[in-house]
């Protein structure tokens, strides 16, 4: 179903990816012979900049799109014979993770319908009442506790040094929040028993709570763009990789690469690189066999960002050097879409300088959009008009209505300071502080700390005052730009409406002040 409409949607697909190539052409011809001064060429650089970025992640989610019209064929399905199954090993590696949190998921690993596996705690917690919690539920539940004499490596660390021992020859891995469901092994063995050449099976991941707060409905549904399009997408082409939870590994295959990246703090993303640089493969198994926990207030979901974000542009940097040391060691299709979702958490810097321009034209009168009237409506609305209709066609296809998609919109845009902070760590090989996702917790944002919204707010106003003193000294200059401070706004000012306690967070503080 979800094929044919694709297929039926190709031309406009194509129109669009297009469509996107000469409005960016436009902007560089015009951009490169216009004749202004330094600082007015500095502003429309930042706009370029902001734009290229923009341009160059809607081609790729063209590209994606596409690639679901010829999908590629699913690996060989081998099931075992009874009693001759492959071991398992079903492991969750935490620290300091609530026991309620992992009780429930232990009780699912228990439920998994399989008949040779093992269910493996990795506690790396250093805290004594933790490892005692720890112990109790393993004693309760008949699960082993692997633990190390000595840290490294976080998360993967853990895993590797548990890795070189275990006797399984797969091992599914588990975030301390995700819920395989009763099939989830038979489900996926079978597809790495019939290619042996096959590293890991990547599943969805898919949030059940998300009728707690906006921001676990917005997060779900970034999850849904990512994993129902983006990822399908990826895998036609052999380039999905890991996303650290919902996944079952070969033992073989993780030890062929030395085990996870210990360097960075995704070391799903960068193991998958290692492996396809080594001929492994990778496949997306596109049904939700698990479902879990999803952020639900902003911290937490600022937490789980910060996380991603610097972690994925530390890996971009080895991304950089390895196509110039190793460029054929993956395909160039496969560099292609490595490189676009190592660069995706730039986008906190590409809303940042698309921001800035329309104020600074407005406030103090610096030009960034070198571009006739006529020749930027004959270039931007082509590309504006089938990049939304190719984007909102494909997402109401899967039963996704307007309403969620703005959810996932505004917070992603609504994560700009974090992620311009995170870009620069990441670049400069710096970690930032790493915080357990909190779920259901009671928090929100004090009003301190949203002063970066609160300054672009005030500059945004500002900008829009100016703009209607001026109108009429260049109406259709001021027209646009006004247009884009306004729209600018409006999304900042969603900040306080994502930012109040989940419906249990709310009970929980009615219940306190009773």
Request: hydrophobic residues 45%; aromatic residues 16%.
């Amino acid at each position: 179903m979800l094929i044919a409409f694709l297929k039926r949607l190709r031309i406009f697909t194509i129109a669009a990816a297009i469509a996107i190539c000469v409005y960016f052409v436009a902007r560089v011809v015009i951009f490169s012979y216009s004749e202004y001064s330094a600082l007015e060429r500095l502003f429309g650089l930042f706009l370029l900049a902001g734009e290229s970025y923009m341009l160059l992640h809607a081609f790729g989610y063209m590209m994606n799109t596409f690639a679901l019209t010829t999908p590629r064929a699913a690996p060989r399905r081998v099931t075992p014979k009874p009693g001759e199954e492959p071991a398992v090993a079903i492991v969750v590696a935490a620290r300091h993770e609530p026991k309620e949190v992992l009780e429930s998921t232990i009780i699912t690993f228990r439920n998994v319908d399989y008949p040779r596996k093992t269910i493996y705690f990795l506690d790396d917690s250093s805290d004594q009442s933790y490892k005692d919690e720890a112990d109790a539920l393993a004693l309760a539940h008949g699960i082993t506790v692997f633990r190390r004499t000595e840290r490294h490596g976080a998360k993967a660390g853990i895993v590797n040094d548990f890795l070189r021992g275990m006797p399984e020859k797969y091992i599914a891995i588990f975030d301390a929040d995700q819920n395989p469901m009763p099939d989830f092994l038979n489900d996926i063995i079978p597809l790495l028993e019939g290619d042996e050449r096959l590293a890991f099976v990547q599943t969805p991941q898919f949030y059940t709570n998300i009728g707690e707060s906006p921001v676990a409905k917005g997060s779900a549904m970034q999850q849904a763009i990512f994993y129902e399009t983006i990822c399908e997408g990826k895998n036609v082409t052999g380039s999905m990789f890991c996303c650290g939870t919902n996944v079952v590994f070969r033992k073989e295959a993780l030890l062929d690469v030395g085990g996870f990246e210990e360097e960075f703090i995704t070391e799903d993303f960068a193991t998958s690189v290692n492996l396809h640089m080594k001929g492994w493969r990778s496949w997306y198994h596109n049904h939700v066999v698990a479902f879990g926990l999803g952020p639900e207030t902003l911290p937490a979901y600022f937490k789980q960002q910060a996380r991603w974000a610097g972690g994925t542009i530390s890996v971009f940097r080895k991304l950089v050097s390895g196509v110039f040391r190793h460029p054929f060691k993956l395909s160039p299709i496969q560099w292609w879409e490595y490189m676009l979702a190592g660069t995706y958490y730039f986008v906190g810097w590409a809303f940042f300088l698309l921001m800035l321009c329309p104020i600074a034209f407005l406030l103090f009168n610096v030009p960034s959009f070198f571009l006739d009237p006529r020749i930027y409506l004959t270039a931007y609305v082509p590309y504006f008009c089938l990049t939304l209709l190719i984007f909102f066609s494909t997402m109401k296809e899967r039963h996704y209505n307007f309403s969620q998609i703005y959810y996932g919109l505004i917070l992603g845009s609504l994560c700009f300071p974090l992620l311009m902070k995170a870009a620069v760590y990441g670049l400069f090989g710096k970690r930032m502080t790493f915080v357990v996702t909190t779920k259901g917790k009671a928090e929100v944002m004090p009003l301190s700390a949203l002063w970066p919204y609160g300054v672009m707010m005030g500059l945004n106003i500002a900008a829009l005052v100016t703009g209607l003193l001026k109108f009429r000294t260049a109406p259709y200059a001021m027209g646009v730009n006004m247009f884009w401070a306004a729209y600018h706004l409006f999304i900042l000012w969603n900040i306080f409406y994502f930012n109040q306690l989940p419906v249990l967070g709310r009970e929980e503080k009615a219940k306190w002040r009773a």
